[in-house]
């Protein structure tokens, strides 16, 4: 039996063996997708982690800033009244974030002044997300927790700085537990749970709920994709017509779970600070 392998080329994704095929002895687990399809060798220094480490997904992530960065700039710096094509496009999704998210859930007086932090938040995860489906590349970023979780890191630090600002100790104190005197005995409880799910449970779910979404999506899609190659052989071209048909499809689900995450993931941060910059009672 062969090991499903990881592939010595960086950029390959789907990394099994090309001749293993249904009804030639070959069985499924032989090139079936697994934490392999999330592995890369590096494209400078070495998996011993010598000297410099930088591999297909930091590369992809780099390309990704860049993209948002190079869109907006190009679409904003000649801005004018009447737009053009791009200008408008970038209009668009930047009034989308900004009125549809930020002002409905912070506010336009308190939310204005995150307008550009979440803006950038929402365009960068959704392009970290679309990496999945854009040949060569075909890896969405946030599938590897540590993105999701550096992103969530910085909601975080922003959520209980904004917390002390606003209400100094003893009001950030009461905003994490939930503080409410009319709950009599259980309050002691309550506050503990409420302590916990804040300050613990908060950001770890914030980083998970993106990761799990990209890493569960990129799985199906490489499942489905491997499974189409399988069963082309003999009577299984039925088969993988039905698999192929089904990898079509996941692209299109995966296309709206991509823009549904960003959309969550940046709504939760704005709900986050409101909470932060609410009065507690």
């Known amino acids: 039996m062969k090991e499903p392998a990881v592939s010595a080329d960086p950029t390959q994704t789907l990394a099994f063996d090309a001749s293993c095929h249904l009804f030639n002895g070959c069985g499924f687990d032989n090139v079936s997708p697994g934490l392999h399809s999330f592995l890369f060798e590096p494209l400078l220094g070495d998996a011993d982690g010598n000297g410099f480490y930088f591999n297909k997904p930091m590369l992809l992530a780099l390309l990704g800033s860049i993209i948002v960065v190079g869109f907006f700039w190009s679409a904003f710096r000649k801005p004018s009244v009447v737009p053009g ?86 009001g950030a104190f009461k905003n994490f537990t939930g503080y409410d005197k009319s709950l009599g005995a259980v309050l002691p409880l309550a506050m503990t749970i409420e302590f916990f799910s ?61 823009a549904v995450q960003a959309y969550v993931f940046v709504l939760l941060t704005c709900s986050y600070i409101q909470g932060a910059l609410a009065e507690h009672h």
């Open 85 to 170: 094509k791009l200008q408008m496009v970038a209009e668009t999704g930047y009034d989308f974030v900004r009125r549809g998210i930020v002002y409905e859930t912070i506010g336009k007086k308190e939310g204005e002044k995150y307008v550009p932090l979440v803006v950038s938040l929402f365009f960068f995860v959704w392009m970290m997300n679309l990496w999945s489906i854009i040949p060569v590349a075909q890896f969405p970023v946030t599938s590897i927790i540590a993105y999701p979780m550096v992103l969530a890191a910085i909601v975080y630090i922003l959520w209980v700085s904004l917390t002390f600002k606003r209400h100094g100790f003893v």
């Open 198 to 258: 804040n300050l613990l449970v908060r950001p770890f779910t914030h980083a998970v709920r993106l990761f799990a979404n990209m890493f569960a999506g990129h799985t199906l899609l490489v499942l489905f994709t491997v499974a189409s190659w399988y069963m082309l052989n003999g009577i299984g071209i039925a088969y993988s017509g039905v698999s192929f048909l089904m990898t079509i499809v996941m692209t299109a689900f995966e296309l709206f779970i991509q």
